[in-house]
Each structure stands twice: as structure tokens, then as C-alpha cells.
């Protein structure tokens, strides 16, 4: 990983979910971690992709999957994949009961159909 000035490892996360579809009242599919200021947002395969929309906003070229059991970065600014990186702060994932896609409630009976793929 050659951005490390990109990650500040005693920021936790910002949220147990997407701090923007929570805003919205949007769901998501997958979650993904910003390591330099925490911010959750969703997935590129999200309906409104705000993890990436965080990067272009912010300049932060570094995530890692917010999801259970998962510890890969990905570098937005040279669209590499990273297996592992340093510890962040906890949590490591969102809560493992909270439901994929998520957040319980929100989600459309046809969500697979929003899917960018």
C-alpha cells in the first residue's frame, strides 16, 4: 500500500451504516470504510454508490470493506486492491446482525434490480 499518509488508523468509523442513505432514508448493499476520516458510505453496487462519491468529494483515496470477516482496502486513486492494511480503529465491521443488503426495513422487495453491476 503506497498511500499510507492516506490512512489515519484512530478514526472509527462514522456509522454503523451508509451516513448518507441514513440521511436520505436509502438502503444500501455493501459498506464500505473511508481510512482517513471514517465515513461509511455504500458500495459501487449500491443504488447511489456513496463511498465513491466520498472520494471524489473529499479526495480521500483510500476504503476498507466495512462488512464482517472482510479486511481488503481498495485505492480509489489507482484502482488497486489491497488483501490487508493496518488495524483501524473498532469497529471493524458494521454489527453482524444488521442484514446485507441493509438496513433492515428500507430495502425493496426488488433491491437486486437497483444493483449496479
Not at 462519491?53 to 482496502?73: D, Q, T
Request: with cysteine; aromatic share 10%.
Amino acid at each position: 500500500m503506497t498511500d499510507v499518509d492516506a490512512i489515519d488508523p484512530s478514526v472509527p468509523p462514522s456509522s454503523a451504516g451508509c451516513v448518507d442513505c441514513d440521511s436520505a432514508g436509502g438502503w444500501w448493499f455493501h459498506l464500505r470504510r473511508c481510512a482517513s476520516c471514517g465515513h461509511v458510505g455504500c458500495c459501487d453496487s449500491s443504488p447511489a454508490q456513496h463511498a465513491t462519491a466520498h472520494f471524489k468529494a473529499s479526495g480521500h483515496p483510500l476504503v476498507r470493506s466495512f462488512e464482517p470477516g472482510e479486511e481488503w482496502f481498495w485505492d480509489y486513486s489507482t484502482d488497486e486492491l489491497y488483501e490487508s492494511g493496518p488495524e483501524l480503529a473498532p469497529p471493524a465491521s458494521h454489527p453482524a446482525d444488521q442484514p446485507v443488503p441493509g438496513p433492515a426495513g428500507r430495502v425493496p422487495e426488488d433491491w437486486a434490480q437497483s444493483l449496479h453491476r
